[in-house]
């Protein structure tokens, strides 16, 4: 009897996808068939010797599924004056290079690419000229001068940390504003601390979700960087987790609790944006 395997796996030892973030992508994308049925789950057990077929998509393929996270945040923020085009760009936490895939595609002029983990960016994207790759790199000690010198646009997805941890290396590594802007991917399990996580690390209470998105934005005014919007992530983390995305800039407002709770409110799959309002949102 044959072995049976991951079929995210299965599909990266193919070569149908660039790695297992890619082929989770497509199966979500539900361009996957196997023995002739659309495969729902990325952990789904197939055999060696099993027909699978990976249909065209219309739409362009990233480098993992977080890309669609980002997209979905710029369609957001792009509309009320964020640019990418042009820009000195860091990405925190790269990974297999989901968020520097976005960022190039919308004509970055250069993407530091920072990960702790190493060589997990995908080929394509190591490969590419504009790319400067810091594997190995904890990102809560760097400096500017680590990476060449100071960014005009970072964008993190970061895992297993608080932002507020990172965030005095996030805000002295990026040109203040107006040349500056900082989109964060804000993931409430890990802000909230260990007992308030439910069955398999999913944090459920809508007021643990806002206080982990206002805690956030304070952290970063507390060093010079207001909040100039929040919105939903389209998609939930692996294990279901909703998560979220904060604009910020030197320029900005202090952020608003209301507003923590207004993005919360809005849920995971709409575009919709919580503008942070002016005035002193100290509701700390």
Known sequence: MSRRL?????LVRRGLARSREHASSLIDE???????SVA?????????DQAIVVRESNEPTYASRGAHKLLGALSVFEPMG???????????GASTGGFTDVLLRKGAREVAAVDVGYGQLVWALQSDERVHVFDRTNIRHLEASDIGGPVQLIVSDLSFISLTVVMPALTRVCEPSPEGDIVLMIKPQFEVGRSNLGKNGVVRDPELHAEAVHRVCRSAHDLGWGTRALAPSPLPGPAGNVEYF??????????SLQAAHDVVAAGPLTTAAATVPTGDGDDR
């Open 246 to 255: 904060c604009w910020l800039r030197s320029d900005a407002e202090a952020p």
């Open 40 to 48: 729902t789950k990325a952990a789904t057990g197939v055999t060696t």
């Open 82 to 92: 964020l640019e990418v085009a042009g820009r000195r760009c860091l990405d925190a």
């Open 6 to 10: 991951r079929l995210d796996a299965e």
């Open 30 to 36: 539900g361009l996957v068939k196997v023995a002739g």
